[in-house]
Every structure is written in C-alpha cells, then in structure tokens.
C-alpha cells in the first residue's frame, strides 16, 4: 500500500523567513495530494492541494510543488508569521474504490518573533 | 455553514468498555470518513462510507464498526476498549466520492481516554 513520509519532523523558522516542507509517496498510482494545517485541539484544515496534472500551485504565501517521476511533493510557506505556527500534514490519495487518504507523520513548524 | 460537527468533545472509558462516537457531515456532503489521530502520528483511515454504504475500510479489527443514517450524519463504535485505542477520533466529510480530487473536510474531533 501507499506509503507516504514527511520531513522535517520539527522546523523553526524567524517571523518573516520562509519554511519548506518535504514528502515523498510510494505508489505511482497516487494523483491528489492535499496539505492539511492543524492547530492544537481542532482537526486538520486544508490549506492548499495539488492534482498530478499540475507541477505547481500557489496561493498567496503559499506553494506546494510535485515531481511525479521522484514521487515527491513540498510546501512552500513564504514571509512567515506567527499564526502559521501549527502541524503540518501532506496526504496522499488515488481514485480506486475503497482507497482513502495516506497521511505523512507531520511536522511541527515553529515561527520564532 | 456549519462545518463538520462530532461529539462528544472529550471522552473516558475504561479499558473492556464500549463507545460511540457520533459524526454530522457538511450540509449537501454525502461521504464521511473515520480517522484515527494517536498523538504525534498523523491521521490514519479507519472507515469511508459514501450514501449510506462502506466503501473503504482500513487496517483496525473488528471491534470497530461504522455506520451511515439516511441524513448522512454517521457513527463509529469500538467495542472491548483497550489502551492504545486511546486517541483522537477524527471524521471527515467530501462532497463527492473520496480518494479521487475531493478534499477532506474534518471536524474537530472526540479525544477518547481509555483508563
């Protein structure tokens, strides 16, 4: 089955720097790649998705990139401020029946004042 | 519009102990998913009903089950409750059929303590 990894599993960045988040997937048969941001004591919130169609997607200070022949996709955070502090989440899906997402470990971002 | 709502926020149970974790999906969402959130660990599948049938199950035993109601709103029950069960029990609701291009849309949540 589907495997996906994320590193790092802590980062700490200045207010104002920018954070990049990396994951690599395991079955090439995986086309939609979602990244989640969550808060303490609430559920994932979806902050960005890419489809395998797609090389690259930006919203505002927000990026996320995919090479699907290395099976890696990153999130880009640029001008960092201290609200993106949270845990963040790459997933993994594909459109087979019965099939749902594959969620990376997570990675702690910490933006330092 | 109301997001997806669960309850109970917060529960403890003790180990042997059954529970039921209930689950209402955004209004016009037809699919709902379970996950299960051990601390520190990202989000694992447990279950994926689509109108009112299971569609996907993931690696837990039988002692959890799920359920979908005509109105879509839907519940996970765990019987026998050990420790490692304790966690966060996440659910999800997508517009359309899940693990294609439909993102998942979580709740907050019921954080299951089993003593």
């Known amino acids: 089955g589907e495997n996906v990894e994320q590193h790092p599993s802590t980062l700490s960045v200045q207010e104002g720097d920018s954070a990049v988040i990396k994951c690599t997937y395991s079955?090439?048969?995986?086309?939609?790649f979602p990244w989640y941001k969550q808060e303490l004591g609430k559920g994932p919130q979806l902050i960005i998705d890419i489809r395998s169609n797609v090389g690259e997607k930006k919203d505002q200070r927000i990026a996320v990139t995919l090479n699907k022949t290395a099976k890696h996709f990153s999130l880009h955070i640029t001008e960092t401020q201290p609200e993106d502090s949270a845990v963040y989440f790459c997933?993994?899906?594909?459109?087979?029946?019965?099939?749902?997402?594959?969620f990376g470990p997570g990675t702690r971002l910490s933006v330092l004042p | 519009d109301a997001g997806v709502t669960q309850s109970p926020t917060h529960l403890i149970k003790t180990r042997g102990q059954h529970v039921t974790l209930r689950c209402s999906p955004i209004?016009?969402?037809?699919?709902v998913s379970w996950y299960q959130q051990v601390l520190g660990q990202g989000p694992q599948f447990i279950f994926q009903?689509?109108?009112?049938?299971?569609?996907g199950r993931g690696n837990f035993p039988d002692r959890f089950s799920a359920r979908q109601f005509p109105n879509y709103s839907s519940e996970l029950n765990v019987n026998a409750l050990l420790l490692g069960d304790s966690a966060l029990y996440l659910c999800?609701?997508?517009?359309?059929?899940?693990?294609?291009?439909?993102?998942?849309?979580f709740g907050n949540g019921t954080r299951l303590t089993v003593t």
């Open positions: 079955d090439s048969a995986s086309n939609y």
């Open positions: 997933a993994a899906s594909k459109p087979t029946s019965g099939q749902n997402f594959v």
């Open positions: 999800a609701s997508t517009q359309g059929f899940p693990g294609g291009n439909s993102p998942l849309h």
């Open positions: 009903y689509y109108e009112k049938e299971e569609r």
């Open positions: 209004s016009g969402h037809k699919s």
